[in-house]
Structure formats: C-alpha cells, structure tokens
C-alpha cells in the first residue's frame, strides 16, 4: 500500500503544527513545573498552566502554521480541545485498566492526540475563509452586534 502523498505546503505545515505543538506542550509543562515551585497545588498548577498553554497555542498556531488568527474562532479551538480531551481519556481507560501507568499513558495515545489536534484545527478553527463563509449562520457567532 502507498502512503498518501502529500503537497508541499501541507507537510510545511504539518511540520510548522509538530514545532508549535512541542513548543507549546514543554511551555505548558514548565509553567506547571515553575506554579508547583511556587507552592501552588498541582490542580492549581495544571488549571492556570493548561489555560495559558491554549491561549498561546491558539495564537501560534493561528499565526505560524495556518496564517491567521480570529478572536471569535477561539471558541472553537476550546471546543476542539474539549473533544481532543474526552477521546484522550476514553482511550486511555482500558490502558489504565490493563495496568499501564496513569502518567504514562498520554504518551501512549499522544499519536491519536496529535493527528485529531491538526486536522480539527485545520477543518474547524483555522479553515480557509471561503469555507468559513458556507458554514451556516446558525452556527457562526454573530457579528453584528457591537461590544458597548
């Protein structure tokens, strides 16, 4: 079986993703690491340092892999990670279950983590405009409306 071929500018991009994703997840995790020296609790630790870590990975990745960023599409990259989040931990139960380490097993399903992350970000956060335009109104945030 041939593997699929891919264009130039898709693998750009797809290596622009994997840069921006490591950068991202060891700044996430160091902002963990710094919170906790700090004497933070770790749930604390982990809340403020996932909450920074996706407001930088959605300006990065908006920016340096798909080439614009939109405040009102932030919604949809929480909305993507929410789901990216539950798949995770469905996938990593029945690793769990078997025995695997529980700090061990993103690491397991980070592959599946990694493909779902990209191709949500592409299709539903960062899609090109004149896709944006056909998504129906229903769905889009409205505009409109001006903050007073």
Do not use: C
């Not at 490591?22 to 809340?47: D, H, R």
């Not at 599409?73 to 695997?100: E, K």
């Not at 529980?102 to 592409?122: D, E, G, M, Y």
């Amino acid at each position: 079986m041939e593997s699929p071929k891919f264009s130039r500018a898709t693998r750009n991009r797809l290596l622009r993703f994997l840069l921006v994703g490591s950068f991202n997840t060891a700044f996430g995790y160091g902002m963990y690491l710094v919170l906790l020296v700090l004497t933070l609790p770790y749930w604390a630790a982990w809340g403020i340092s996932l909450a920074l870590s996706l407001v930088v990975g959605f300006i990065l990745s908006g920016a340096l892999v798909f080439g614009h960023i939109s405040a009102g599409r932030f919604v949809w990259y929480l909305i993507g990670w929410g789901a990216i989040y539950v798949l995770n931990v469905i996938a990593m139960q029945p690793l769990v279950t078997a025995g695997f380490d529980p700090r061990l097993a993103p690491f397991i399903v980070l592959p599946i983590n990694v493909v779902l992350s990209f191709f949500i970000q592409k299709i539903l956060v960062f899609r090109p405009r004149e896709m944006a335009a056909s998504v129906p109104k229903s769905i889009e945030p409205d505009r409109t409306r001006r903050a007073r």
